[in-house]
């Protein structure tokens, strides 16, 4: 497999390993999101590099595992077995860097080693402080999936506080990218493959070519053995000690609880006081998402709750409630019965997620100015599904629509009538957007000839990157 996307990742991290002083770089997401590849890739761009990735050892072996890994890159062991600590290790690097300048020593998944070493962060704040690796500009990377004890190392009660020169939260990728990771399927196979799976590469690299996406879903999420069947059990396991009160959480709010009161009965746990840290906790792993109508004041309280993680909304929604069916590997028949025919519901919620976050990254493409903040609109007689304004003081409102034939002129009518109480009396400078993936009517494709406020995306668009664009977007094969 090739490397293929990550450009501003990969622009940043060249930029740190090229400066003309030493580095302490953090780098955490969630597990399988390209980290280690990214870093990889990044290190051996630059040039010599130490890649180590921890385990759970038993005391001691960590750091005898780790000179290991330093013998082997650097190709050397000179005075190596007398560093008999974290300390003496870290100085031998700071010397091997002088002579091989801007050296980069990667520690992979540092919460191992953390919890085999506690004093690790106060070792490394010591180091750094030593100046130590300024003779060499050395660039020490801790990377870690797990997010909560990656974010610790960066709070201020931590040793490290203040002493990282570059932290990188390694997000999923975005669908252009995670399309060159699909087979060779149609944009709308891609779409619904991204809605299911997000930007997740291993999730991606999973995938079988020569089988089509429902027979991969099948394959990997609804079968016993399949390599996502429990991933989102071992994603809670990794980050919290009360697995099944977070996935009450959100099964409850892939149910369709989108309020506190709601989550709270859904869930069967009592009063707002007690569900909030699970709700906190959720969104900062990325899983649920808190959100306003776009354009409520600052301290509106109607907030709504949503599963932004698509394994997760998937695996909520299909899988849970059929384990015991699916456990006795009759995933082919849950997915005909249960998921086939309710697909084109979850799809529609899933393209406006996807359609939102097309008009973040790439508004500038068809509407002269990057998004500055985008939304949705939700009040008691209408719902917009793109809401938000751009950079340039222009309005963004649209409508996305996944399931149905051509969407027409009569979308636009709404659109229209709506956006002036929606956008509290937007000035004429507003963009009708609409998304569709089976098309639009002749008479609304002649009209947004004519009328540049009238923005039309179909499902080819948001998987290819326009004509032209120099990219990079693939190397040689990563290690």
């Given amino acids: 497999m090739s490397f293929v996307g990550r450009q501003t990742e990969m622009a940043s991290l060249e930029r740190e390993f090229n400066s003309n002083s030493p580095s302490l770089v953090v780098v955490y997401g969630r597990r399988r999101i390209g980290k280690s590849t990214l870093l990889q890739e990044a290190a051996s761009r630059h040039g010599p590099h130490i890649y180590f990735q921890a385990e759970r050892l038993q005391d001691g072996l960590s750091l005898e595992s780790f000179k290991n890994a330093v013998r082997d890159a650097l190709h050397s062991d000179e005075d190596l077995d007398a560093a008999s600590d974290w300390g003496s290790i870290l100085r031998w690097l700071a010397r091997a860097a002088e002579a091989t300048p801007k050296l980069v020593v990667i520690l992979d998944e540092f919460p191992n080693l953390y919890d085999d070493e506690k004093s690790l962060p106060s070792v490394i704040q010591k180091f750094w402080d030593s100046g130590r690796m300024r003779a060499g500009n050395m660039k020490l990377v801790l990377c870690g ?55 997740i590469p291993k999730y991606l690299e999973a995938l079988d070519p020569k089988s089509s996406l429902h027979e991969n879903i099948v394959k990997i999420m609804m079968s016993p053995n399949g390599i996502l069947y429990e991933e989102p059990k071992y994603l809670l396991q990794s980050e919290t000690n009360e697995t099944r009160r977070y996935a009450s959480v959100i099964e409850a709010v892939a149910g369709g609880a989108t309020k506190l009161s709601e989550i709270i009965s859904k869930a069967g746990m009592q009063g707002g006081d007690h569900v909030s840290p699970y709700l906190e906790r959720l969104i900062r792993m990325r899983i649920l998402e808190r959100t306003k109508s776009f354009g409520a004041p600052p301290k509106a309280r109607e907030n709504r709750y949503f599963v932004a993680d698509p394994l997760f909304r998937f695996h909520s929604r299909y899988v849970i409630p059929n384990s015991s069916a699916i456990s006795r590997n009759f995933g082919k028949e849950v997915f005909n019965r249960f998921v086939r025919p309710d697909l084109p519901q979850f799809m529609g919620l899933a393209f406006e997620d996807i359609c939102r976050e097309h008009v973040r990254l790439f508004a500038q493409e068809r509407m002269g100015a990057p998004a500055h903040e985008i939304g949705k609109i939700w009040s008691g007689t209408y719902d917009i599904d793109v809401a938000g304004k751009l950079l340039d003081g222009s309005w963004v409102i649209g409508e996305c629509k996944w399931d149905g034939s051509g969407t027409g002129e009569s979308i636009l009518r709404k659109l229209s009538e709506v956006a002036e109480d929606a956008t509290n009396h937007a000035p004429a400078s507003t963009h009708f957007v609409m998304f569709s993936r089976s098309g639009f009517t002749p008479g609304l494709v002649a009209r947004a000839k004519t009328d540049a406020s009238i923005v039309l995306y179909e499902p080819d668009e948001l998987i290819d990157w326009p004509d032209g664009l120099d990219l990079d977007l693939t190397t040689n094969p990563t290690p």
């Fill in 145 to 199: 999936s797990t997010i909560s004890q990656m974010e610790g190392l960066l709070a201020e009660r931590n040793p490290l506080f203040g002493r990282r020169t570059m932290q990188l939260d390694v997000r999923p990728m975005p669908l252009r990218d995670a399309g060159l990771l699909m087979p060779e399927w149609s944009s709308v196979d891609k779409i619904a493959c991204y809605a299911i799976l997000g930007g």
